[in-house]
């Protein structure tokens, strides 16, 4: 079972048992990442390999609400994130 935990608008935990969901994990690691979720700024491309790499996920968790989500409730959550702090800027 291929499990990913979101958290700050990226990743901030998973557990890969398919070499397909970890080749998609490993093509948004590729373009940097934070140790800390929290510090991460992800650029529109890396955001893209993350909501893709989401169709790989059985099990997708929103670390804040402590809940468990569907792919595009996961892919709704990544591509609204930050969008309130970018109107304001």
Not at 51 to 69: C, N, Q, S, T, Y
Request: aromatic share 8%.
């Amino acid at each position: 079972m291929n499990r990913l935990t979101l958290k700050w608008g990226s990743a901030k935990a998973w557990d890969l048992e398919t070499e397909e969901a970890r080749v998609a994990i490993q093509k948004w690691a590729d373009h940097g990442v934070s140790m800390s979720a929290m510090m991460q700024q992800s650029s529109p491309e890396q955001k893209q390999c993350l909501i893709d790499a989401l169709d790989f996920m059985d099990e997708i968790w929103l670390a804040w609400e402590g809940k468990k989500v569907s792919k595009e409730e996961a892919k709704q959550y990544l591509l609204d994130y930050g969008k309130h702090n970018e109107a304001t800027r």
